[in-house]
């Protein structure tokens, strides 16, 4: 029988169960709601998201992470346009990228699967990180 659901999402299944196998959209909502208490309580990270709203993000949040576990495709804005003019630095997209590792691990989630989601995150990178201010923009096509 499943004993510790062991027989799920870890043979043939195993490139495209990695939501399931985790429990769902339910522990990823866990997670992004970890995450971004993580984000609201670093100061470096904090004064990105004053304008946010945190229902609305967490949401979508939650169902990029979703999709990426899934291999689906996110039915959201791109993140160049989610990301655009906000002015991300290097050091703030790997702060970023590490409170979600984190939280992952502190909600149970195997290593592996941490690390395939880090993974599958690295070709957004330079989605995300934008040099130049929107003042920048703004000038260049006065
Ligand atoms: C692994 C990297 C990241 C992923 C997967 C990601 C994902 C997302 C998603 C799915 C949204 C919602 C998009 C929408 O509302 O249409 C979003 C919004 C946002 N992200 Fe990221 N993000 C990442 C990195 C960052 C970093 C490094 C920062 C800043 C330090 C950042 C700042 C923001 C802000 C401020 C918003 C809200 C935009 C708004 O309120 O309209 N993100 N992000």
């Given at each position: 029988?499943?004993?510790?659901?062991?027989?799920?999402?870890?043979?043939?299944?195993?490139?495209?169960?990695?939501?399931?196998?985790?429990?769902g959209k339910e522990a990823v909502?866990?997670?992004?709601?970890?995450?971004?208490?993580?984000?609201?309580?670093?100061?470096?990270?904090?004064?990105?998201?004053?304008d946010s709203d945190r229902e609305r993000l967490k949401a979508h949040q939650t169902a990029f992470v979703s999709a990426a576990l899934d291999e689906a495709p996110y039915l959201g804005r791109s993140m160049r346009a989610a990301h655009a003019g906000a002015g991300i630095d290097s050091e703030s997209y790997d702060r970023m990228v590490g409170h979600l590792a984190h939280a992952m691990a502190d909600s149970a989630i195997p290593t592996p699967v941490i690390e395939s989601v880090v993974r599958r995150l690295s070709p957004l990178r330079s989605e995300i990180l934008q040099d130049a201010e929107p003042a920048a923009y703004a000038e260049a096509l006065a």
């Open positions: 029988m499943a004993a510790k659901g062991a027989d799920r999402g870890t043979r043939e299944d195993s490139v495209t169960s990695l939501l399931d196998s985790i429990g909502k866990v997670v992004v709601d970890r995450f971004y208490q993580a984000v609201w309580d670093d100061a470096i990270l904090a004064e990105y998201f004053v």
